[in-house]
């Protein structure tokens, strides 16, 4: 039997807005999800869907309103900054912009040795890893000693992923880690993430607005509509025969090579928004 790593259970997220008397925007709506230990959970939805949220929400970024979020069987709903510390070894993230997401004034070496120190890894035993680290995802050793500002995007993201894998963690949530990447990137950063699945075991809830990128990562997809999940599933159904027609939307706007077959999507797409 698989072991369940995350369980969100009617997970309500709600944010305060400027006005008098104005009420919260409730940006989730009861949302309900697990990922099992070493498997991809794909959340998909448009930009304003709400699924950066329930990235946010796990990592304890976003307010839980109500419901909750447990980690290997224990309720993280609420713990406090401190609290939540510990669950650095076993809990990482990987964000979506590669030129934001490193320090500019800190060279890769630093950048990665920074959670090794608050794990009390130091000295040699610091430096082996950070090599280890950097040998993981295809990057020269002699990166240790360069900026950021001297990497391209792709690589920019290696090393975020190898930063993220510091502490052997069980989880890490990924944010749209590929959208700011050009497509011949994309593609390879994606098969690093399934490599160093197939070598770790590491689990993943991967956030993206491209239903393309979901079908290639994912073992199960969870659709994210206006705050609420329309739709979840294997991710061989849920992107070649969905049920709802938002999902069917989503599909019919993946860009295709075939101009025939893209206009051909186009018509196919207004046609189910029309019914």
């Known amino acids: 039997m698989t072991e369940e790593l995350l369980r969100v259970d009617d997970l309500v997220v709600e944010f305060p807005q400027a006005g008098w008397r104005k009420p919260p925007f409730r940006a989730l709506k009861g949302v309900s999800v697990a990922v099992n230990a070493g498997e991809t959970l794909g959340i998909v939805g448009e930009s304003g869907s709400g699924k950066s949220t329930l990235g946010r929400a796990v990592l304890g970024l976003a307010p839980v309103t109500s419901g909750s979020v447990t980690y290997d069987g224990r309720d993280i709903s609420h713990l406090s900054r401190r609290q939540r510390r510990g669950l650095g070894h076993d809990i990482q993230v990987v964000f979506q912009d590669p030129y934001t997401s490193l320090n500019p004034s800190l060279t890769i070496g630093d950048t990665l040795s920074e959670p090794l120190t608050?794990?009390?890894?130091?000295?040699?035993?610091?430096?082996?890893?950070?090599?280890?680290?950097?040998?993981?995802?295809?990057?020269?050793?002699?990166?240790?000693?360069?900026?950021?500002?001297?990497?391209?995007?792709g690589q920019r993201q290696r090393i975020a992923i190898a930063r993220a894998l510091a502490l052997e963690p069980k989880l890490i949530v990924c944010d749209e880690p590929v959208s700011a990447l050009d497509l011949t990137t994309q593609q390879r950063v994606l098969d690093l993430f399934i490599e160093i699945q197939e070598r770790t075991g590491v689990a993943y809830l991967f956030v993206s607005h491209d239903l393309s990128v979901?079908?290639?990562?994912?073992?199960?997809?969870?659709?994210?509509?206006?705050?609420?999940?329309?739709?979840?599933?294997?991710?061989?159904?849920?992107?070649?025969?969905?049920?709802?027609?938002?999902?069917?939307?989503?599909?019919?706007?993946?860009?295709?090579?075939?101009?025939?077959?893209?206009?051909?999507?186009?018509?196919?797409?207004?046609?189910?928004?029309?019914?």
């Open 118 to 153: 608050q794990a009390g890894i130091a000295g040699a035993d610091a430096r082996r890893r950070v090599k280890e680290l950097l040998d993981r995802v295809g990057m020269p050793a002699d990166s240790v000693e360069r900026l950021p500002k001297e990497f391209s995007g």
């Open 214 to 275: 979901i079908r290639h990562i994912s073992h199960r997809v969870a659709v994210v509509y206006h705050g609420e999940i329309v739709e979840q599933g294997d991710v061989d159904k849920v992107t070649t025969d969905p049920d709802h027609p938002y999902t069917q939307r989503l599909l019919l706007a993946s860009p295709v090579p075939d101009p025939t077959a893209q206009a051909r999507r186009r018509a196919e797409r207004q046609a189910v928004i029309r019914a």
